[in-house]
């Protein structure tokens, strides 16, 4: 496997926070929440909008602030502190004991497959020897499988593990991981055999052909760290 795009991190940061609205609006339908690309951004520009649930809208808005952790602190190290400090923003206002390894059972709906209680030891080093893969695209859905299929917390697994990929993705300048609306049905398909089996060889393929987005800058593209963030108050 080889990297798709070789950009650098700031042009990377300058992708996703111009299609941060779509990678929101399709995480947000891959668990479930019928939002549409509209009501999306009237969402995340803190308008109300009408015809969904308080659970809804609190999930769309806890991923736009998980984006915008991520984007803030894209070169920070990657271990099981950054993991729980990721997913206590992406569960703010949606998730029991966000930020915090589960210590009980969870069930997955579609599968009889049962996850182990998650270990932060064995996670920080199953984490470290992920990040020895040295093709970038390849780290981050190995980490995206990993964690999805790890189960660390009570909800919001898959969205986490997305996250976490997009983490390495972006601070290689490797494109973006997003599973689009004419995928989805098969990428949960593939998902759950991947929970079943513990062979991602299927879903790890299907990532890479369909589900990486980038775009290739010209060399005298430039994209200052400040320009790429500005319109979502990060400051670098």
């Known amino acids: 496997m080889e990297d798709k795009y070789h950009i650098t991190t700031e042009q990377n940061i300058f992708l996703a926070k111009r299609n941060l609205v779509d990678y929101i609006w399709k995480s947000a339908n891959l668990e479930g929440i019928a939002v549409t690309y509209p009501d999306t951004q009237c969402i995340c520009d803190g308008m109300s909008v009408a015809g969904y649930s308080i659970d809804d809208i609190n999930a769309v808005n806890d991923l736009k602030h998980a984006w915008m952790y991520l984007l803030e602190h894209v070169r920070e190290p990657l271990d099981v502190d950054f993991i729980c400090r990721l997913h206590r923003e992406l569960g703010r206002f949606t998730v029991v004991n966000a930020g915090s390894l589960r210590i009980q059972d969870v069930w997955i709906g579609g599968t009889d497959w049962r996850p182990g ?16 893969e040295p093709c970038y695209t390849k780290r981050a859905i190995d980490m995206m499988l990993y964690c999805a299929r790890g189960q660390f917390f009570y909800d919001g697994n898959k969205r986490l593990a997305m996250l976490v990929a997009n983490k390495i993705m972006i601070e290689a300048g490797a494109g973006i991981i997003s599973v689009g609306q004419k995928h989805k049905d098969m990428f949960l398909q593939k998902l759950i055999h991947f929970y079943e089996s513990d062979n991602g060889k299927e879903l790890t393929d299907f990532l890479y052909d369909n589900c990486i987005d980038g775009i290739a800058f010209l060399p005298e593209e430039q994209i200052e760290p400040r320009e790429a963030c500005e319109e979502l108050n990060i400051t670098m």
Do not use: G, N, T
Not at 117 to 126: E, L, N
């Open 117 to 132: 209680i998650p270990d932060r030891q064995k996670i920080q080093a199953k984490v470290s020897e992920i990040l020895q």
